[in-house]
């Protein structure tokens, strides 16, 4: 998990040194805190008077380096040539024209914030440090082009430039996944320097952040996460348990299944090492890309970053689509899923039934060419069909399977018999929870109500050994807001923007919506100069944007869901000559996908509708209210 980015407003795309260092900064433990354009105080300003601007590019808050201001430079050695005049000035030289002009010195400049943010946290106890970045620029490259170097190499030059406490590009290479290891080292060259406290972290926060970003705590926020990652008691005794009779471990959304498995999957490999043996061969699936990509990040959090190469290289994360296609593209003898696709177009309707049928074949002939894993593990297993898991048999070579999954999701109409293809199943012999530890206890009670107000789904739940009576576990009390709006796409890309003029980022932000909705967002975003990704983003400046069938799996901070009116119910046009039987299923089906979106939410879920006597948005309203009074009955 990443630290908490707090800026008043967003990153340009022009502003590509700045980018460069808040990339290489979010590599810190979610422990930390970044200012971006810090909000200061009137005093604060009084301290940098005369400077070209009052603000620090990033303050940085942690435990482990106090305080520290980063000025961030983005000089062009070789159109321009800097002089060094004296401590406060370098003037800048543009060599096409000869033009010369003054400009501060970084050093100077972040000296002064250094000095302002002491006067601004001086009751705190709390060590500031500042320096200055150059993070396109190499050192050498700095060192080989400054036009007066001599300067610099004076013993006094620290009072002009100190080299030793610079970051330069080479700098952030080195150290790319490792950004405290590198901010510990630059502080510590200060005489007197002291790590923080947590109290002292705790009350520099509060000075810093503006009122008007204070949406509770942000070390609250921080907690949840922490929480959201933690294993329960019950799951730890799953995950460390190596006997394999207990493989099929199945609860509700938002209780840590996948959490779980990935914690499964590395505490193998870790025996291994610890025995001494050779590292068993883990394959980590699931039905869709997003999915594969989520579990990717959940191992990211566990491990790090050079340990995915080398300790855990033997750990493969892969969506079973994907398997499938590089089955049927080594069946063809070619060499890129994108030959095979130039075949069988992924655009046409009858791709999937053809791709199954080139994987069928291809395993048929060579059985035992794909046995290549010692463990298989399946994410979101009430997804898979016969033909999926028939091909996750083949690609075992032995009987060690692991399965999570949550009959509440099931949102593709897939059936799938495990005792068919010799899956030994034994369910984790626990109770099932039937706890919510992720979405807010308001939300989570709207969406329980809503799944169970079907009474057939109500009856599958308890035939699974569901608990009745939910329990939601989660540090929030928030509930859903459910708005109506006669321009919805209009009305969600406004909110954004509030968002992300607040103290939420990009990759805070998650917008559900249906499928032919999602090219109209896209659209509209593009045009508010907002980045998107239409699925699970691999960029932390996108928000992601996705529609109902493909969400599972994911989470975030804030949720929107729009487009229930376009679900297929038993009144709308698409249902009208349909027969009871298939109006009914295909309205549970409807019922389910709305479930799993409302169940994403972190923090806060908001609905938008502009039809509110649709049959799914008309009963969500009604809901809604009754778990409003009763939230401000239990308030009073």
Known sequence: MKPRLIQTARLGQENKAEREVLNFLEWLPETYTIFRELRVSRDYEERVRGMEKVQPDFVVLGEAIGLLAIEVKDWNLTRNEYMWCDQETVVKKTLATGEEEPIDNPAAQAEKYRYALMALVRDTGIFVTSLVAFPRLSRNEFLNRLGNLEVLQNPQSKFYLDLQTVIFKDDIDQFLTEPERLLTQLVRKRSNFRSATANQVQ?????????????????????????????????????????????????????????????????????????????????????????????????????????????????????????????????????????????????????????????????????????????????????????????????????????????????????????????????????????????????????????????????????????????????????????????????????????????????????????????????????????VSIGEPQHSDEICLIDFMNVKGLEREVVFVTGIEDLYNRSSADGMFDDPATQIKQERFSRRKIYVALTRAIEECIVYYSDPTNVFVSELIALNRKITTERHRSAR
């Open 203 to 531: 009350s520099v926060m509060e000075r810093l952040l503006p009122n008007s970003f204070r949406v509770g705590s942000v070390t609250d926020r921080q907690k949840k996460r922490i929480a959201l990652s933690m294993i329960s008691a019950d799951q730890e005794k799953w995950i460390f348990n190596l006997d394999r009779t207990t493989n099929y471990l199945l609860d509700v959304a938002g209780s840590g299944k996948t959490n779980v498995l990935v914690s499964r999957a590395v505490h193998i490999i870790d025996q291994a090492y610890k025995k001494k043996q050779s590292p068993p061969q883990i394959l980590l699936t699931t039905y869709n890309p997003n999915l594969a990509r989520n579990i990717e990040q959940i191992l990211a959090g566990k491990i790090k970053p050079a340990e995915r190469q080398t300790r855990y290289r033997t750990l493969r994360v892969a969506d079973v689509t994907y398997i499938m296609e590089r089955i049927a593209t080594t069946g063809y003898g070619l060499k890129s899923r994108s030959e095979y696709y130039a075949l069988n177009s992924p655009d046409s309707p009858n791709y999937h039934k053809t791709l199954y049928s080139d994987v069928e074949a291809e395993l048929n002939s060579h059985p035992d060419k794909y046995r290549q894993f010692d463990y298989v593990f399946i994410d979101e297993i009430q997804d898979f069909d016969d033909t999926q898991l028939y091909l996750i048999r083949c690609l075992c070579k032995t009987d060690n399977f692991f399965f999570v999954g949550d009959i509440g999701q099931k949102i593709y109409e897939r059936y799938h018999d495990l005792k068919r293809h010799g899956f030994i199943i034994e369910e984790l012999e626990l109770p099932k929870s039937y706890k919510m530890y992720r979405t807010p206890r308001y939300i989570g009670k709207l969406a329980h109500k809503f799944i169970t107000a079907d009474t057939a789904l109500l009856e599958e739940f308890k035939q699974h050994g569901y608990r009745q009576d939910a329990q939601f576990c989660s540090y929030s009390d928030n509930a859903a807001e459910l708005l109506y709006a006669p321009n919805v796409i209009e009305a969600v890309v406004e909110r954004v923007e509030d968002f992300l003029a607040g103290s939420f980022v990009p990759r805070d932000l998650m917008v559900v919506t249906s499928p032919q909705k999602l090219p109209l967002y896209k659209a509209a975003f593009a045009q508010a100069n907002l980045q």
